[in-house]
């Protein structure tokens, strides 16, 4: 049973530029949330997806996007990227009938913003 | 608002010492999830548990012990007999009731067990 899925591993990006990164979910979960985690902080919110929707969002600006795919894949775009963007990308996967059911994460996409 | 506090930023102990994790949350919720994650050096947040604001007893999973306390808004975590293995950053979190609500993350606080 595979677990939440991320890619890529790293990458390197230039201020001003678009980035995408992508996530798939645990086997038999449909809900993913991505959160960012700056060096030496806890992970925060950015947005979470159900049925192709954006359900509930965090406090980050419109330069951060997503998108979830009918296989409950996702996509987190960033445009216009800051030097303070830089961060790791983690993506969780859950079960939305579940209540309170714990979030899966991924192994993160480290981010750096030059 | 919910928060979630953990003052300790950074323990050290010998192998096999035990070590005890704070953290402190603030919630205006009734219902409520609290979660212990263990992030190693890889990266990827492990789950160790979740506790709903109903049950207040104590739970043991091997050398690991959680001890929810509601009138003083804790959830302390306490790793016996630690090992270098357990060399990690460990994050509380806090969710409102109602399934799959955003997870409000402590700073953390970086164990370093040295053999």
């Known amino acids: 049973d595979a677990g939440v899925t991320q890619s890529p591993t790293h990458l390197i990006k230039t201020r001003g530029q678009q980035v995408t990164l992508r996530c798939s979910p645990k086997s038999g979960h449909d809900t993913v949330s991505w959160y960012q985690q700056a060096l030496g902080q806890g992970p925060q919110f950015i947005f979470q997806y159900y049925e192709e929707e954006e359900r509930q969002r965090g406090n980050f600006p419109d330069r951060f996007s997503g998108h979830q795919f009918p296989n409950y894949s996702s996509e987190l775009n960033v445009n216009a990227l800051l030097l303070g963007d830089s961060a790791l990308y983690l993506c969780?996967?859950?079960?939305?009938?579940?209540?309170?059911?714990?979030?899966?994460f991924g192994p993160g996409t480290r981010l750096t913003v030059t | 608002a919910q928060k979630v506090t953990q003052a300790q930023t950074e323990i050290s102990v010998v192998e096999k010492e035990d070590v005890t994790l704070d953290c402190v949350y603030e919630t205006r919720d009734t219902t409520y999830y609290l979660f212990w994650y263990k992030q190693p050096p890889s990266g990827e947040l492990v789950f160790l548990i979740r506790r709903n604001s109903f049950d207040e007893q104590n739970e043991i999973s091997g050398r690991y012990s959680w001890n929810f306390q509601k009138s003083t808004s804790s959830f302390n975590f306490t790793i016996t007999a630690s090992q270098v293995v357990d060399s990690a950053v460990y994050f509380c979190a806090l969710s409102e009731a109602g399934g799959n609500t955003p997870l409000v993350f402590g700073k953390g606080t970086r164990l370093s067990v040295i053999a």
């Open positions: 969780a996967s859950s079960f939305v009938r579940g209540r309170g059911i714990e979030q899966y």
